[in-house]
């Protein structure tokens, strides 16, 4: 074990050449990061947590029963103990072959099978005040740590001028601000990873999975090689379209859609001009090629800089959803009022839907084509539910 750490915590792949860890320690002259100060993070993901499940029952639900949202949630499946048995224990998704099995043993058309099985998959979902909740939830948090961010940054020398991430690195002291602005972003995302597993499942599950990995991969590098200046300018940066998306979302969920419609531009403007714009700009220029001139590269160096730009890939790649649901909103609104969210079938659709069918009664014998249409419950950075207006919109 001893050989391990050593090796992991090798002074030639962290640091610079000729710095050593002992020159990192601190003194009482000057405090610099510590590996060691990141695992309180863990105690404090599960306290974020905790917070988090007092604010959804105690504030956020209340909000959302005042703006008149219901905790019901999709169309249930009518009661079946043979098909239950089958969606439990064998298959959620059942092909063609144990359809016909189940059509001929019921009595049932296919379709009013597979319509069974559509809802009762639904009915695991979440309802639309559960959403409202956790978007609520994040929107809160999101503000209070970009508004953080925001006041602690614009007293600091390195906000406007990034060369000055990499003056005498990586001797640059830890202030307190810095401290608590990294320990609490890492808590946070500790908890969104975790939560992610019992949070609303997404079609992007994985690609938000290996977001926050990659997140809390940057997080902890740049904390334990001290490029906390400009890890503090990543943070900053990426919270700011975060807050408009998440208020997006509850904007949707209130059926506020004007509102909506107006916060998701906002959104998609912030989203696009400081991912695609300023990040590279701004920050990559400054990691990629102040840092090379200034300090020179190291092997953290790079694994550091794969890592933005990996982050890089994934803003394209939520880019191209975004200008992609914009443009079939602008193609839809030449037929009538523009609607940059009046979208049925999104890329992160929450809730499986049917476009070929139409609501049906629940079967009692074998029955006609008869189907439902799903309720489309988006989410995300480009998936908003279209509905009606603001109830005091008109």
Same mark, same amino acid.
């Given at each position: 074990?001893?050989?391990?750490?050593?090796?992991?915590?090798?002074?030639?792949?962290?640091?610079?050449?000729?710095?050593?860890?002992?020159?990192?320690?601190?003194?009482?002259?000057?405090?610099?990061?510590?590996?060691?100060?990141?695992?309180?993070?863990?105690?404090?993901?599960?306290?974020?947590?905790?917070?988090?499940?007092?604010?959804?029952?105690?504030?956020?639900?209340?909000?959302?029963?005042?703006?008149?949202?219901?905790?019901?949630?999709?169309?249930?499946?009518?009661?079946?103990? /043979?098909?239950?048995?089958?969606?439990?224990? /064998?298959?959620?998704?059942? @092909?063609?072959?144990?359809?016909?099995?189940?059509?001929?043993? +019921?009595?049932?058309? %296919?379709?009013?099978?597979?319509?069974?099985?559509?809802?009762?998959?639904?009915?695991?979902?979440?309802?639309?005040?559960?959403?409202?909740?956790?978007?609520?939830?994040?929107?809160?948090?999101?503000?209070?740590?970009?508004?953080?961010?925001?006041?602690?940054?614009?007293?600091?020398?390195?906000?406007?001028?990034?060369?000055?991430?990499?003056?005498?690195?990586?001797?640059?002291?830890?202030?307190?601000?810095?401290?608590?602005?990294?320990? %609490?972003?890492?808590?946070?995302?500790?908890?969104?990873?975790?939560?992610?597993?019992?949070? /609303?499942?997404?079609?992007?599950?994985?690609?938000?999975?290996?977001?926050?990995?990659?997140?809390?991969?940057?997080?902890?590098?740049?904390?334990?090689?001290?490029?906390?200046?400009?890890?503090?300018?990543?943070?900053?940066?990426? @919270?700011?379209?975060?807050?408009?998306?998440?208020?997006?979302?509850?904007?949707?969920?209130?059926?506020?859609?004007? +509102?909506?419609?107006?916060?998701?531009?906002?959104?998609?403007?912030?989203?696009?001009?400081?991912?695609?714009?300023?990040?590279?700009?701004?920050?990559?220029?400054?990691?990629?090629?102040?840092?090379?001139? /200034?300090?020179?590269?190291?092997?953290?160096?790079?694994?550091?800089?794969?890592?933005?730009?990996?982050?890089?890939?994934?803003?394209?790649?939520?880019?191209?959803?975004?200008?992609?649901?914009?443009?079939?909103?602008?193609?839809?609104?030449?037929?009538?009022?523009?609607?940059?969210?009046?979208?049925?079938?999104?890329?992160?659709? @929450?809730?499986?839907?049917?476009? @070929?069918?139409?609501?049906?009664?629940?079967?009692?014998?074998?029955?006609?084509?008869?189907?439902?249409?799903?309720?489309?419950?988006?989410?995300?950075?480009?998936?908003?539910?279209?509905?009606?207006?603001?109830?005091?919109?008109?």
């Amino acid at each position: 074990m001893a050989g391990i750490l050593a090796w992991f915590w090798n002074e030639r792949f962290w640091l610079p050449h000729n710095v050593t860890w002992a020159d990192l320690k601190n003194t009482d002259e000057a405090t610099f990061p510590q590996a060691e100060d990141l695992y309180l993070a863990f105690p404090l993901a599960l306290g974020i947590f905790m917070i988090r499940l007092v604010f959804e029952r105690f504030i956020a639900k209340p909000c959302a029963l005042g703006l008149k949202i219901q905790a019901n949630g999709p169309q249930k499946a009518q009661p079946n103990a /043979i098909l239950e048995k089958v969606f439990t224990s /064998i298959t959620k998704h059942p @092909d063609e072959k144990r359809l016909e099995g189940l059509s001929k043993q +019921l009595d049932w058309d %296919v379709r009013t099978i597979q319509r069974w099985f559509r809802h009762r998959r639904n009915q695991e979902k979440p309802s639309t005040l559960t959403r409202f909740c956790e978007s609520m939830w994040r929107f809160t948090f999101y503000l209070y740590i970009f508004t953080y961010g925001v006041r602690f940054l614009k007293k600091t020398s390195w906000q406007w001028n990034t060369r000055e991430c990499w003056y005498n690195y990586p001797y640059q002291p830890l202030t307190m601000d810095i401290h608590y602005y990294y320990i %609490v972003e890492l808590s946070f995302y500790l908890s969104l990873l975790f939560s992610q597993f019992t949070d /609303i499942r997404r079609k992007d599950f994985l690609i938000m999975f290996l977001h926050h990995l990659v997140t809390i991969s940057l997080i902890t590098f740049s904390y334990v090689n001290n490029m906390a200046r400009v890890g503090t300018l990543v943070i900053c940066l990426h @919270d700011a379209a975060d807050v408009l998306m998440e208020a997006a979302k509850m904007a949707n969920y209130a059926k506020c859609q004007r +509102l909506c419609n107006v916060i998701f531009v906002m959104f998609a403007l912030v989203f696009i001009s400081s991912r695609l714009g300023v990040y590279p700009i701004w920050i990559l220029n400054s990691t990629l090629f102040e840092s090379w001139e /200034i300090v020179g590269p190291f092997p953290s160096w790079w694994v550091f800089n794969v890592l933005l730009l990996l982050l890089l890939l994934l803003h394209s790649f939520w880019s191209y959803l975004i200008v992609r649901i914009a443009c079939r909103a602008v193609s839809r609104g030449k037929a009538g009022k523009w609607n940059p969210l009046h979208v049925s079938k999104d890329d992160r659709s @929450d809730i499986e839907s049917s476009s @070929d069918e139409e609501e049906g009664s629940p079967p009692t014998q074998k029955l006609h084509n008869s189907a439902t249409n799903g309720t489309s419950g988006a989410n995300g950075t480009n998936g908003y539910l279209s509905g009606p207006s603001c109830r005091d919109e008109h």
